[in-house]
Each structure stands twice: as structure tokens, then as C-alpha cells.
């Protein structure tokens, strides 16, 4: 459980970075890397939810997993780096039509 718990936390925060990365992008004007930052972090913030949705089917198969501070911390990492890039996109928005 601590490896499961492990590559969540790894994924949602490379999400996470890759999300910053693009609003600092998008700050100086270059949305061409901005959007890539963007694909970038989808693509991580997939693969922890990939994870996540691996343990939830594991549970309703009646496979229930120990929940510890760790996977707490885990998910929590997730549900924070969704927000940031959901949040940095709009962000991103506005920098584009500022600059238009």
C-alpha cells in the first residue's frame, strides 16, 4: 500500500509542477509552452487517478485497502494538484485574453 500510496503522491506532484510551469509560461507570454505544460500535467494527474481507480474497483471487489496517513496524504496530493491545474487553466485564460 505504501508503493500505491507512493506513486500518487509522485504523479500528482510532477501534475502539480507541470501545472505552475505552464502559468509561469503563460505569465510571460508564451502559451504554445504553456499548453504543453498543460498536456503535460494531464497527462500525470491520468496516471494517479489511474492508480486511484485501481484501488476504488480493488474495494468494491471487497478488496479493501489498509487506509493509512500515508494514503490519506496520497489522496490528498491529488485532490490539491486537480484543483491547482483546474485552476491554473482558467488562469491561463485570462492571461490570453489580457494579452489579445
Known sequence: ???VAMEII???G???SEAFQALKF???GKFEEAQESLKLAKEEALKAHK???N??????RGNKAEIGLLLVHAQDHLMTSMLAKDLI???IDLYKNKNN
Request: hydrophobic share 40%; charged share 35%.
Open 55 to 60: 484501488l476504488i474497483q480493488e474495494e468494491a
Open 51 to 53: 492508480v486511484q481507480t
Open 10 to 12: 509522485l504523479y500528482s
Open 14 to 16: 510532477n501534475s502539480r
Open 26 to 28: 503563460a505569465k510571460e
Open 1 to 3: 500500500m505504501e508503493m
Open 89 to 91: 487553466e482558467e488562469m
